[in-house]
Structure formats: structure tokens, C-alpha cells
């Protein structure tokens, strides 16, 4: 083992950051830049479902709220896209990618949001599973990685709570309303448990990445901590989580409950889910019809930089 590699070693059982300049192992870089881009493609592909609801939200407040979240989800893919070019990759390569279906981004964004109970339901078990998936990604090894989650789970909490808010006033509404949030619950239950990944047993980068100190827990310990965490949430909304098997196992300290189907997860991930197609056609048409404001900000910034050289000629 060389000094480079001893040191990185060193950094990683310290516990200690690895930073831009730091050396580091070329599969650690590359396990980094998949991970790192498809969390910032899920944020922007998931700007979309959610975004179909801004112009039918129910009244002028529901409509800020949701306007904002979306443009935090925004904010979010540009932090991530960051942390990524840190890496030695630019936005633009992994947009191509993006677009091409040659990196992922998260399987749940391949469902439809078919009412506007949906939007709670996002917020409540989307973003959910999300703070306990990323709430350990603060300690990620990789600093720039690590850091952009402090800022990225802080608003995320936000968006769980807008979420539960919004629930908590339609199951205190009409049966309508309560019926729309059950309805929506049972469909968004399955997918929400995906979102952790495989299980473990089928997981080919979990180990590896928990010697890294990039991840911090398995996925299914993950997928665990949700499930136990949304359990008494549904109670207090009066839903029903859509798992007949669902109770909670006094040995265990946890709930018993029942594994989604991971056939559709890999169909999902094959492309084949409900609107793979959909999400992908879109960004890359809204990529298409922004060629234009790159090409304006590129010649902009190019006419600033010749300015420049010729006042620093003349002085
Ligand atoms: N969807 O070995 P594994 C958000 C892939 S955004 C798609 O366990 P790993 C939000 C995985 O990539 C939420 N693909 O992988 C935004 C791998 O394939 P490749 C996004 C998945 O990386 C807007 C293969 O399956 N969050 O919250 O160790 C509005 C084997 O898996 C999925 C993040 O991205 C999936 N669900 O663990 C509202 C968090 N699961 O790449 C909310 C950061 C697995 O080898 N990412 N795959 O071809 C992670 O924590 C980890 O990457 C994962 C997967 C836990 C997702």
C-alpha cells in the first residue's frame, strides 16, 4: 500500500472528511459520482409529479407551499450537482446521462400523483423515507457530500411536515377527503418502502460503501427505522398503512411487516414502471427548450471575460 492510499485509509478509520483535493481510490470517486448524481436527478425528476399539481392546488396557501417545495427540490439537484462536479464530472455530462437512461434517479418518481391528497402523502411517506435515508448521509465520508445534506435534510423536514400538515386537515374534512388520503396512502406505501433500495441480500454496493463511511446503515436497516417511524403517524392520522401483517413484534423491539414487490421494483428500474417514459420525455424536453438560455449565458459570460482581458491590457 503506498502513503496515498494508507493515508486515505487513515482519514476513513478516523472517521475524518475526504476532501476534493485529497487522493482517493479510483472505485470510491466512481461509487461517489453514481450516488451523488442519481440523488441529484431524483430531486429534479422529482420536481415533477408534484409540480403537475401548482396550477389545481386548492387555494392561494396550498399553492405557495407547494411552489416552494418544489423550487427547494430545485435548489436541492443544483447542491448535489455541485458536490458532484467536485468529483471531476460537469452538470452538463451527467444531464446527458440523465437523459440517455445511463444513470438512474429514484424508482418512486416513476408513479403518478393522481390527486392532490397525493401531495400530502408525498410529503408524509416520500419525504419520510427520504430524512431516514439521508439523515445519516450528513456523516457521509466525502465532505462536500456531507455537507450539502446538512442543508438539503434541514429543508426536507420542512417538506415532511407541509406534507403531514396538509393530511391532518383533510382527514379532519369531509369522508371524501378522508377516503383520498387512505386512497392515496395504499398506493403510495409500496413504493415508499423501495425507495431504500434492494434488500440487503440482493444490495451488491452496500458493504463496500459502509467501508467507505458513505453509507451508514444497510438498507433494509433503514427501511426498518421508517417503517417503525410512520407506524404511530398513521395512527394519529386515523389511516391505515395497507399491510395486513403490519404489527409490532415485542422480541424485535420493531414492527413485522411485509417485503413490497421487488419484481416491480426491478421492472421500475428496467424502465418499465408507470412513467419512466413520461419523466424522461419531459426533462428532456425542458433540457431541449433551455438550449437557448445556455447558449445566452455561455456568449454572456464569454463578452465579460474579453472585457475583462482588455481592461486588464489597458492597465
Ligand atoms: N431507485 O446496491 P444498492 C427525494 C439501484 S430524492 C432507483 O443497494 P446503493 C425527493 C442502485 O443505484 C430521493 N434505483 O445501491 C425528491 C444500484 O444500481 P446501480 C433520492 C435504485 O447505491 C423530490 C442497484 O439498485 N435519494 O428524496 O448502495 C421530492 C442496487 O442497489 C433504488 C437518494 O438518492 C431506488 N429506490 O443504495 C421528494 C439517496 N435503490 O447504480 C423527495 C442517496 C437502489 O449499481 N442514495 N437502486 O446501477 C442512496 O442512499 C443509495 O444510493 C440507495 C441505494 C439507498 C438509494
Known amino acids: ?15 475524518q472528511r475526504i476532501e476534493p483535493r485529497d487522493w482517493m481510490p479510483v472505485a470510491y470517486r466512481r461509487t461517489l459520482i453514481r450516488q451523488i448524481a442519481q440523488h441529484a436527478h431524483s430531486e429534479i425528476i422529482g420536481m415533477q409529479p408534484e409540480g403537475n ?27 448535489l450537482y455541485a458536490a458532484a462536479e467536485t468529483l471531476g464530472v460537469d452538470r452538463e455530462e451527467l444531464t446527458e446521462k440523465l437523459i440517455e437512461s445511463k444513470q438512474r434517479y429514484s424508482s418512486i418518481f416513476n408513479y403518478p400523483a393522481l390527486s392532490f391528497a397525493d401531495i400530502g402523502v408525498i410529503g408524509w411517506l416520500v419525504d419520510g423515507a427520504a430524512i431516514c435515508n439521508q439523515v445519516p448521509l450528513c456523516r457521509c465520508s466525502y465532505g ?16 415532511q411536515r407541509q406534507g403531514y400538515e396538509l393530511l391532518l386537515a383533510m382527514v379532519h374534512g369531509t369522508d371524501t377527503q378522508r377516503e383520498m388520503v387512505q386512497e392515496s396512502t395504499n398506493r403510495w406505501w409500496w413504493p ?29 436497516e433503514l427501511r ?14 386515523g389511516i391505515t398503512l395497507p399491510d395486513p401483517d403490519l404489527r409490532w413484534n415485542e422480541e424485535r423491539q ?52 474579453a472585457r475583462a482581458a482588455r481592461t486588464e491590457a489597458v492597465a
Open 53 to 79: 399539481w401548482i396550477l389545481r392546488a386548492p387555494s392561494l396557501r396550498r399553492k405557495a407551499i407547494l411552489l416552494a417545495k418544489v423550487q427547494d427540490e430545485a435548489g436541492h439537484g443544483m447542491y
Open 192 to 220: 415508499s418502502l423501495m425507495m431504500f433500495g434492494p434488500p440487503d441480500g440482493d444490495s451488491p454496493n452496500t458493504q463496500q460503501s459502509m467501508a467507505w463511511g458513505i453509507k451508514r446503515h444497510t438498507n433494509d
Open 224 to 237: 426498518q427505522r421508517f417503517v417503525d417511524m410512520t407506524v404511530p403517524q398513521a395512527t394519529a392520522l
Open 144 to 159: 462536500p457530500y456531507a455537507r450539502a445534506m446538512i442543508r438539503i435534510c434541514k429543508e426536507e423536514s420542512f417538506h
Open 254 to 305: 420493531a414492527h413485522d411487516y411485509t417485503q413490497p414487490d421487488w419484481d416491480e421494483f426491478k421492472a421500475v428500474l428496467s424502465g418499465s414502471g408507470p412513467c419512466n417514459a413520461q419523466r424522461l420525455a419531459h426533462r428532456r424536453r425542458a433540457h431541449e427548450n433551455g438550449a437557448w438560455v445556455r447558449e445566452a449565458a455561455g456568449a454572456y459570460a464569454e463578452k465579460q471575460a
Open 1 to 15: 500500500m503506498d502513503a496515498l492510499e494508507a493515508r486515505f485509509e487513515e482519514t476513513i478509520a478516523a472517521d
